[in-house]
């Protein structure tokens, strides 16, 4: 069966960096998009980043923009989200999703929980 594994979480201080891994397994990780989200307590999920099946395209929320880069290396099943000048605000449980490119599959992970504190 499909799973995406998110690692990579921690708690961080305000300026500080992390990079998140999102690992695939029972899917061909190439025929997918992937998107990152963020959940913060007491809002709605929203969406962070996107990278496009082959990784030419990315998009990302205004809000992390020019701070978070979004990755992937399909040779690895693997996705990342590099995060630099963390701030308070970013503080969420991170959730890797893929959507197959007919848009008729989808997948979400576990989770992992960054916490950017002083």
């Known amino acids: 069966q499909v799973q995406l594994v998110e690692s990579g979480g921690d708690l961080v201080q305000p300026g500080g960096s992390l990079r998140l891994s999102c690992v695939a397994s029972?899917?061909?990780?190439?025929?997918?998009?992937m998107d990152w989200y963020r959940q913060a307590p007491g809002k709605e999920r929203e969406l962070v980043a996107h990278?496009?099946?082959?990784?030419?395209?990315?998009n990302y929320a205004d809000s992390v923009k020019g701070r978070f880069t979004i990755s992937r290396v399909n040779a690895k099943n693997t996705m990342y989200l590099q995060m630099n000048s963390l701030k308070p605000e970013d503080t969420a449980v991170y959730y890797c999703?893929?959507?197959?490119?007919?848009?008729?599959?989808?997948?979400w992970g576990q989770g992992t929980q960054v916490t950017v504190s002083s």
């Open positions: 999703k893929a959507v197959s490119r007919s848009r008729f599959y989808s997948y």
């Open positions: 029972g899917m061909t990780f190439s025929n997918f998009d």
């Open positions: 990278i496009s099946s082959a990784g030419g395209s990315t």
